[in-house]
């Protein structure tokens, strides 16, 4: 009885609904002796915590400095891993960190109403300037990403030179990447694709956690993968590295040459001396690079015609291209619906608007593709100046932009030892090491 | 080594020095401007924060699988200033249900968190008033789809005690109807453009302070 009693209800409500759809409500009730409530939503967080997390940031930076380059301690670095790790990872939930701010700044720059709090700005800027100054600190001890793989880098598998040099490009071709699209406002690739994010949260979805686990694995045997082979931030830190001015030092004095501390670098950072190049090697050097830097436009050039032509698979990337094709691949009959085609077709505008607008989109994108591969052959060739320029050097010296000043090579230098007073002179550890 | 040849060296490094020095200080005086032309071309610093535009959600399910937390951040939200408050409520009952009665069968919600409460029977009409029990809700949007069928008065929303504000918002990525965006951080809630007539409507009685109140938390343009 009550059934058919709703039901003729529900046929009553029907024109109703007719009405509803043409978008009249059906009436709220007054009542003799009840209030209709108000909506309650849950206050947002309180934002000056993000004030506090730039503090920290700061405040952390400083003691990195300092460890690394006065205290030359690696155990107060290790402590200040743990402690950054707890703090922007696991507390902060990893959200926002420098590395994704690139794409904040990128897409501030491009996108004019696109605001940009100056918390994310000061993460963007705060390590950049002091790398400028002293050396990839950042690196070391306040980066979470990079406190998880210095805590989990127990073995040192050498990376051969030829793959570490092939390997250390992609950083730089992953940053013009997520710059492009960041600033276009299609992806955050660099968050996408985090692979620690699911493990200071404990949860995200099936390929963040698979990348993540991969990564982490290979942490164990490989020092530090992401920030050497993936970290776009790492790159520009990496290039401002390069002129910093008071950069950590292996040795705190006069190099002996003992190569104690050849070993002692799990990042490969360490570069041995080499001598200058006689003279005919050093013609024929420089007839090389001379033939690199003829053939720098044609690199250019080729890998801009390639990316012009694979831009189509960057453009799908793109809400707009992904739904105009969805819609058309219907009207064909070769897809279902899928909710986001319902929802265009809810919204009332015309598929051929979105036809056009999906075409100027995809030719927008085959001009950023060429963009994109024209950095892609500058670093390329810029690389290839770099391999065949030779610079002799009379010591061991950490390579600045690869050092992340993790400070494993402090205590393997015999200089060192003797300035902590642990060794009498230098020759003690050495004998000790020959033996 | 001669003599020169140590003068040579010394002049090239002199240079290198002054070339890094100069890098460093062009490194500087750019970003200073970065910072000048970015935190100066918006004159003001606003925190943003996610949130669902309920005219463009059309309540696909996305929320409940998508968010990066195990329990979503997007919860069902009832605005009570439109709704019917009626006796067979199309986001509460299954369509096809069997019995009217709070079996899980007949009803829509996966973990019963819409609550039904008698109110008052009018001419015969049985009027209820549906709220949700926010720890139960886990933002599937089936209410919502089925609310939409008459007044649409159930909508979803970014909770902000719960959203951990990701730079790149999972569900964002995988929102079908682009209903997601980024608003200013001191009004993080969205309303109906309907709604939010009726409420800015009582929130002009002097008297009524909390439809002020729900007001100063929704972004409204």
């Known amino acids: 009885m009550k059934k058919v009693a709703s039901i003729i209800l529900l046929w009553l409500l029907l024109p109703g609904l007719a009405t509803v759809v043409a978008g009249e409500l059906i009436p709220v009730p007054s009542f003799s002796n009840h209030e209709v409530p108000t909506t309650e939503v849950a206050p947002g967080e309180w934002s000056a915590w993000e004030v506090v997390h730039v503090v920290f940031l700061f405040a952390a930076l400083v003691l990195a400095t300092l460890f690394a380059l006065v205290a030359r301690s690696r155990k107060y670095l290790l402590a200040l891993c743990v402690v950054s790790l707890i703090w922007f990872g696991f507390w902060r939930g990893g959200c926002i960190c420098s590395i994704g701010a690139t794409q904040n700044v990128a897409q501030g720059l491009c996108d004019r109403g696109f605001t940009i709090p100056l918390s994310v700005l000061a993460f963007f800027l705060l390590p950049l300037v002091f790398t400028l100054f002293f050396g990839r600190t950042f690196c070391a001890a306040v980066c979470p990403l990079g406190a998880v793989q210095e805590l989990v880098a127990v073995r040192n598998v050498r990376v051969p030179r030829w793959l570490d040099h092939t390997l250390g490009v992609f950083p730089f071709i992953y940053l013009g990447a997520a710059v492009l699209f960041a600033a276009t406002g299609t992806a955050y690739l660099i968050c996408r694709y985090d692979p620690f994010v699911p493990l200071f949260r404990a949860s995200g979805n099936a390929s963040m956690v698979l990348i993540g686990v991969c990564v982490i694995v290979i942490s164990l045997f490989v020092g530090r993968p992401y920030c050497r082979y993936l970290c776009p931030y790492g790159a520009i830190l990496g290039l401002l590295s390069r002129v910093s001015k008071w950069h950590v030092r292996i040795v705190p004095g006069e190099c002996i040459n003992c190569r104690l501390c050849e070993d002692a670098c799990p990042y490969g950072a360490i570069e041995a001396p080499i001598s200058a190049e006689p003279p005919e090697q050093r013609a024929r050097g420089k007839r090389h690079l001379a033939w690199i830097l003829l053939a720098t436009p044609g690199v250019i050039a080729v890998m801009a015609w390639l990316g012009t032509t694979w831009s189509g698979p960057l453009s799908r990337l793109d809400f707009e291209v992904r739904l105009a094709e969805q819609v058309k691949l219907e009207e064909m009959q070769q897809a279902e619906a899928t909710d986001a085609s319902d929802a265009f077709r809810n919204e009332g505008r015309s598929p051929s608007d979105l036809y056009a607008e999906g075409i100027k989109r995809q030719q927008q994108y085959a001009r950023l593709g060429g963009w994109l591969g024209v950095w892609i052959g500058v670093v390329l060739s810029a690389k290839l100046v770099q391999l065949s320029v030779r610079r002799g050097r009379s010591d061991y010296r950490p390579n600045q932009s690869n050092c992340v000043a993790c400070g494993r090579c402090f205590r393997s230098c015999p200089v060192e030892l003797v300035r902590l007073g642990l060794i009498e002179d230098v020759s003690e550890k050495v004998e000790e090491a020959r033996a | ?221």
């Open chain 2, 1 to 221: 080594m001669t003599p020169d040849d140590k003068s040579v060296d010394r002049k090239s490094a002199d240079r290198r020095r002054f070339l890094v020095d100069a890098a460093r200080v062009s490194g500087l005086a750019a970003f200073s401007g970065a910072i000048g032309f970015l935190a100066g071309r918006k004159g003001h610093a606003a925190e943003s924060r996610w949130q669902i535009d309920p005219d463009k959600c059309i309540g696909c399910g996305n929320c409940a699988t998508y968010c990066v937390l195990d329990e979503s951040a997007v919860k069902a939200v009832q605005c009570f200033d439109m709704c019917g408050y009626c006796d067979i409520c199309t986001g509460y009952f299954d369509t096809n249900y069997q019995e009217i009665n709070t079996a899980a069968e007949n009803l829509l919600c996966p973990t019963d968190s819409l609550v039904r409460t008698f109110v008052e029977e009018k001419a015969g009409q049985r009027f209820y008033e549906y709220t949700i029990d926010l720890p139960l809700c886990i933002g599937c949007g089936v209410c919502v789809k089925g609310c939409a069928l008459m007044n649409g008065s159930l909508y979803l929303q970014v909770m902000h005690d719960r959203c951990v504000d990701c730079n790149e918002c999972a569900i964002a990525v995988a929102c079908p109807s682009r209903a997601f965006g980024r608003i200013p951080a001191e009004t993080p809630y969205r309303m109906k453009k309907q709604a939010l007539a009726v409420v800015r409507q009582k929130a002009a009685d002097p008297e009524n302070a909390k439809a002020r109140e729900l007001l100063s938390q929704v972004y409204q343009s």
